[in-house]
């Protein structure tokens, strides 16, 4: 019976996004003349002007509005091309201007719209990356009904094109790395290395960070690939800890090969910074919740046409988690709660050997050997799993968790109903060794 609610609540919430979502348009923006590189790429002296197009076609199924726009290009957060697209241009974006800002379409309907590149006097030699933006914005909604919540939601659609002006020029590699901190959440500790393109030119380098302890011991190798890394942008790179690092202090060899590119000869880059873990560093990472202050990221935009379904998709989710919260408090009201075991003692001595001819054993004895039996059985019963409805409710002691052999940190995972307490990564963790247990 419960499945069958979660179906029929699934095909009311699916079936309005999804019906909202087919009547939206779909923008697509394409190079003009220059369809198997997909972007553009020009080589242009200071002060040069020149001319060229997108073509702008509308795929969906009802018409609409696109906002057209320039924007500077930048390293994203594990490099690659990223665009900053909520903020006026002031690099190579601003170099590029377009005939038309908004233009509007039918289904199936498609316009060139030209531009102009106009390179600016002072530019100065080098690999310099802008973008031609294609932006719409559109709702999806569930229409409101009794007793039913509903859902909205608002869809940023970016397509970009890039646009790269190659300024002649001797070429100029030059990289620096700067200080190492620690990141990371729901269980996966990363340390963070900042690093700076300082040069002229797009490269991809390769690179090792080596975790050493505070004697001088190696602990770790991490070798990395990066992508696109687009000159004078700098980024803080993060990389996933093979085991995790108690509280302490650290130090990471940092070893950075760029390679030669466009006549310029390859180098190497290195650093030795240290860094350290605290305490709150680690519950902050291990903690089931949101990190407190994630790693921080760069500001940009994917050039993707493709309709947003993971955005619906998560709306989605997000409905039914909500109808499966209601339907479980409905079912804990029904539900007498399970009464609180008392606190499980702790293990006494074991009760004396009683050898033939010797004393009987006085009361106080006798007493004391029977709470040990009965200690022992309470102990044995906690590696039962017991009855708990509707479900584990964990208390987590994070100031109490422990480093395995493994590099996993576990923490002291304590039931609120049922009383059971059992070491485990996380509540998904403690929950599968709850239900692991015999019954």
């Known amino acids: 019976m419960r499945r069958l609610a979660i179906i029929l609540l699934l095909a009311l919430v699916v079936t309005p996004l999804a019906s909202a979502a087919a009547k939206a348009p779909a923008f697509g923006l394409r190079a003009l003349g220059n369809p198997k590189l997909g972007y553009f790429v020009?080589?242009?002296s200071p002060g040069a002007v020149h001319q060229g197009g997108v073509i702008i076609s509308n795929s969906g199924t009802a018409t609409g509005t696109v906002k057209l726009f320039a924007a500077d290009a930048t390293t994203g957060n594990t490099t690659g091309t990223v665009y900053l697209t909520d903020r006026k241009a002031q690099h190579a974006g601003a170099w590029i201007s377009l005939a038309k800002t908004t233009l509007t379409l039918k289904p199936g309907q498609h316009r060139t719209v030209?531009?102009?590149?106009?390179?600016?006097?002072?530019?100065?030699?080098?690999?310099?990356?802008?973008?031609?933006?294609?932006?719409?914005?559109?709702?999806?909604?569930?229409?409101?009904?009794?007793?039913?919540?509903?859902?909205?939601?608002?869809?940023?659609?970016?397509?970009?094109?890039a646009?790269?002006?190659?300024?002649?020029g001797p070429p100029?590699?030059?990289?620096?790395?700067?200080?190492?901190?620690?990141?990371?959440?729901?269980?996966?500790?990363?340390?963070?290395?900042h690093i700076a393109n300082t040069g002229n030119v797009l490269v991809k380098p390769t690179g090792t960070v080596t975790?050493?302890?505070k004697q001088g011991a190696k602990l770790q190798v991490l070798t990395f690939k990066m992508d696109?890394?687009?000159?004078?942008?700098?980024?803080?790179?993060?990389?996933?800890?093979?085991k995790a690092l108690a509280p302490g202090d650290y130090s990471a060899n940092v070893r950075l090969a760029i390679p030669g590119v466009s006549g310029a000869a390859a180098r190497v880059v290195t650093a030795h910074p240290s860094f350290s873990i605290?305490?709150?560093d680690v519950k902050q990472v291990f903690t089931s919740a949101a990190p407190q202050t994630p790693p921080p990221t760069t500001a940009g935009s994917s050039n993707s046409s493709q309709p947003p379904w993971a955005l619906i998709g998560g709306a989605v989710l997000v409905a039914l988690l909500l109808a499966l919260l209601v339907f479980q408090l409905l079912r804990r009201r029904r539900t007498p709660k399970a009464a609180t075991p008392p606190p499980v003692p702790a293990p006494l001595s074991p009760e004396p050997e009683h050898r033939p001819g010797a004393a009987e054993p006085d009361e106080p004895v006798l007493a004391e050997a029977e709470a040990a039996q009965e200690a022992r059985q309470a102990v044995s019963e906690q590696t039962r799993s017991p009855e708990c409805e509707p479900h584990h409710y964990w208390d987590v002691a994070y100031d109490r968790g422990e480093l395995g052999d493994d590099g996993i940190w576990r923490f002291?995972?304590?039931?609120?109903?049922?009383?059971?307490?059992?070491?485990?990564?996380?509540?998904?963790?403690?929950?599968?060794?709850?239900?692991?247990l015999p019954a």
């Open 42 to 44: 020009y080589s242009l």
């Open 114 to 161: 030209p531009f102009t590149v106009r390179v600016p006097a002072s530019a100065k030699p080098g690999q310099w990356v802008g973008g031609v933006v294609a932006e719409t914005s559109h709702q999806v909604s569930q229409p409101k009904s009794k007793n039913k919540a509903s859902v909205r939601i608002k869809i940023r659609d970016l397509t970009i094109v």
């Open 163 to 168: 646009v790269q002006v190659n300024v002649p």
């Open 172 to 193: 100029m590699l030059g990289f620096t790395i700067g200080g190492v901190t620690t990141g990371g959440q729901r269980g996966f500790q990363q340390i963070v290395a």
């Open 211 to 213: 975790v050493l302890n």
């Open 228 to 242: 696109t890394f687009l000159p004078q942008t700098a980024i803080d790179y993060p990389l996933l800890l093979k």
């Open 278 to 280: 605290s305490k709150q």
């Open 412 to 436: 002291p995972h304590r039931c609120r109903n049922c009383g059971l307490e059992l070491l485990a990564r996380d509540v998904d963790d403690a929950t599968a060794h709850a239900d692991a």
